[in-house]
């Protein structure tokens, strides 16, 4: 069929004709390689569209705001996610913390005196706080509570330090469980349980009743039979 076309001769190349014939449909372009091909105007809407896409995300992630793109994904992406840690993650940092804290209130001069005792360090998921909870002893701790009010900051910025990173910030909280277990043993001590009514009633001294310790009975070896042991004596078994 090519021959009867009026633009192609016997001399002319296919090659030739198609560049002469359609020079918009097909371009090249120096790449340094062995061959390289531009996009052809055919497709250049569907170019122009994804490399729109491509610009338009690229701007979105570094502006942050939104432009109504078709693809809601994209939208999602480019949305600020907040941390989140889980349990274990939760766990070490808690650790870690606890033990440079203890390191660090015994250096500092002014908490040094009141000997503090931590029960407990805790990161939230969010890690925006960290929460340490002292021993409250009943005696001065409203003392306390100022001095580690005005102590946080440094303390915050002396654990970053140490750590070589971003520290949240601290709020400590006074543990009362130690105090309130300590009330209530001196309460228990104090309190005034009554008349013994196992000694006076006959159904308290059933139902109040502890069960004594069965003596345990001696388990009597059986002897052995004469023809046993003469024949332990023979092979030496004691």
């Known amino acids: ?74 939208l999602q992406s480019i949305a600020s996610k907040d941390r989140r840690l889980d349990q274990k993650k939760m766990a070490q940092l808690s650790h870690i913390y606890q033990s440079r804290l203890a390191d660090l209130v015994e250096m500092n001069d002014t908490l040094a005196e009141y000997k503090l005792a931590f029960s407990g360090v805790k990161v939230n998921s969010s890690f925006s706080e960290i929460t340490v909870s002292w021993i409250a002893r009943g005696e001065g701790d409203e003392e306390i509570k100022a001095v580690l009010e005005v102590e946080r900051h440094s303390i915050r910025r002396q654990l970053a330090e140490m750590l070589s990173s971003t520290v949240p910030e601290i709020k400590f909280k006074a543990d009362m469980t130690q105090l309130r277990l300590d009330e209530m043993e001196a309460l228990f001590k104090k309190a005034d349980y009554g008349m013994d009514y196992r000694s006076i009633s006959s159904t308290a001294r ?30 030496g078994i004691v």
Request: proline residues 3%.
């Open 1 to 74: 069929m090519l021959s009867r076309s009026p633009f192609l001769t016997p001399s002319t190349s296919l090659s030739v004709f198609f560049r002469s014939s359609f020079r918009w449909d097909y371009r090249e372009r120096k790449t340094g390689r062995v061959c390289g091909n531009a996009v052809m105007p055919a497709k250049a809407w569907r170019h122009a569209r994804s490399n729109g896409r491509v610009y338009n995300r690229e701007e979105g992630k570094r502006f942050g705001f939104d432009l109504g793109l078709e693809d809601r994904v994209i």
């Open 206 to 235: 059933v139902m109040g009743r502890v069960e004594e310790k069965k003596e345990e009975k001696e388990v009597k070896v059986k002897e052995k039979s004469g023809w046993r042991k003469r024949l332990d004596e023979k092979m």
